[in-house]
Structure formats: structure tokens, C-alpha cells
């Protein structure tokens, strides 16, 4: 997969056009169960694209409906706080850094600008880390996690389309006194927020990930280096 994802172009591919399509195949699958409860027969593989010019329609309206899933994703990101261990490497209690971590990674923190006080500076200093990972080549060893969380959170977005849809069809379902469709939709309406909480958890997880695998990368080459002077 991850030769794949490098020979068609990656990024767009996994984090855009992904989520997209699964957020296609819920519009669809909907829509289906919407015209079945209204002609009250099961005609929902009758919205499934099946000449070939359907399918180059369906992934390109896949691909602009994954650019508004990124931006649900970017809502759904500082409304959950889940891109947040930036902002926490000199905070013990945040999660990503102990505190015996943070003493140890002092000397180096400062020499990125901080002045060893002013926890707010974390994101500053952070982004300071990340450049500098960036030009020697190190921050391309854990792109598969900045990647991973970005996936998540767009999927975590696809699943919260998915409920606001599934809420529509329930009350289309019960204003048309349909219970099949009613009831199985509010199941699903259960499994949209399980998986919408597990995906935003996964995408935060995988965000601290990747700031703790670059912050250690960079500690180790700092002291290296120092080593290497001394």
C-alpha cells in the first residue's frame, strides 16, 4: 500500500479522495434508503453508478466532497482539540512528555528558543523542531504519521456526515412510518458515533506519535553533535 500511495501521489490520494469516496457511498446508500422508504420497495442499488462515465462522475464528486471533508476534519480538530501535542511538550500533564523528558530535552528546547519558561512558546518552538527535522532529512521518516492522523480525522469527519445524514433518514423513515428503515438507521446512527469518537481518539494518538518520534530524532542528533564537538 505504501508503494501504491507513493507512485499515484499519496496525500491527496489517502487523505482527500479516501474519505470522499466513503463519504459518496454513505450519500448514496441514503439517498437509496430515502426513495426505497418513499416507493416502498428496496431500490437502493439503483443509485449505485454502473456505466463507466458514472464512475468517473462519482469519484470526481468523491474528490470535491473530500476537500469539505478536510475542512470538517480542520472543525472537527480544534473543536475536540486533537492536533494539540504540539502545544504540550513542555507541559508534564499534557500527555506527551514526562517531566523527567522535559528536563533531559531542556538544553535543546532553548536552543530552538525557548526560554525555558513560557509554556505557551510550545508550538513556536515546535514548529522551529519540525524545520529544522526537515532540512536534514529526519521529518521524512515519520511523514506515515502526520499522514495517519490527517486520515483520521477526515474519516472522523466522513462518519459525523454520516450521522447528519442518518438522523435525516430516520425522521424521513418515521414521518413515512417505515420502523425497518427507522429503527436499523438509529443502529447505525449508534455506530457513526462510536466510530466518529474512535477515529478522532486514533487521529490524536497518532499526532502525538509523530511529535514525540520527531522531538527524540532531534534530541538524539543535537546530542550527537554535541558529543562530537566536545
Known amino acids: 500500500m505504501d508503494k501504491l500511495a507513493e507512485y499515484i501521489g499519496s496525500y491527496d490520494v489517502w487523505a482527500v479522495l ?50 469539505i471533508l478536510q475542512e470538517m476534519g480542520s472543525w472537527l480538530r480544534r473543536a475536540t482539540k486533537v492536533r494539540c501535542a504540539e502545544d504540550k511538550i513542555f507541559d508534564s500533564t499534557g500527555g506527551v512528555f514526562e517531566n523527567d523528558e522535559i528536563t533531559r530535552f531542556k538544553e535543546y528546547f532553548i536552543s ?34 502526520n499522514v495517519i492522523q490527517n486520515i483520521s480525522i477526515n474519516l472522523a469527519a466522513t462518519m459525523l456526515l454520516g450521522l447528519m445524514e442518518a438522523i435525516i433518514v430516520v425522521v424521513f423513515s418515521i ?5 425497518y428503515f427507522a429503527s436499523a438507521t438509529g443502529i447505525g446512527c449508534v455506530l457513526y458515533i ?23 530524532a532531534m534530541v538524539s542528533r543535537f546530542t550527537l553533535m554535541g558529543e562530537k564537538d566536545g
Open 112 to 145: 530552538q528558543g525557548w526560554d525555558g519558561k513560557d509554556l505557551k512558546a510550545a508550538r513556536f518552538v515546535f514548529h522551529n523542531i519540525n524545520i529544522s527535522a526537515q532540512e536534514c532529512d529526519v521529518a521524512k521518516r515519520f511523514v506515515k504519521l
Open 175 to 179: 414521518i413515512h412510518q417505515n420502523v
Open 194 to 216: 462510536f466510530f466518529m469518537m474512535m477515529l478522532i481518539r486514533r487521529s490524536y494518538r497518532f499526532n502525538r506519535y509523530w511529535v514525540r518520534n520527531i522531538v527524540y
Open 18 to 67: 479516501y474519505p470522499g469516496t466513503v463519504g459518496m457511498l454513505e450519500t448514496v446508500l441514503f439517498s437509496g434508503v430515502m426513495y426505497s422508504v418513499l416507493k416502498k420497495r428496496h431500490a437502493i442499488c439503483e443509485f449505485l453508478p454502473r456505466e463507466i462515465s458514472d464512475w468517473v462522475l462519482f469519484i470526481i464528486a468523491a474528490f470535491f466532497l473530500g476537500i
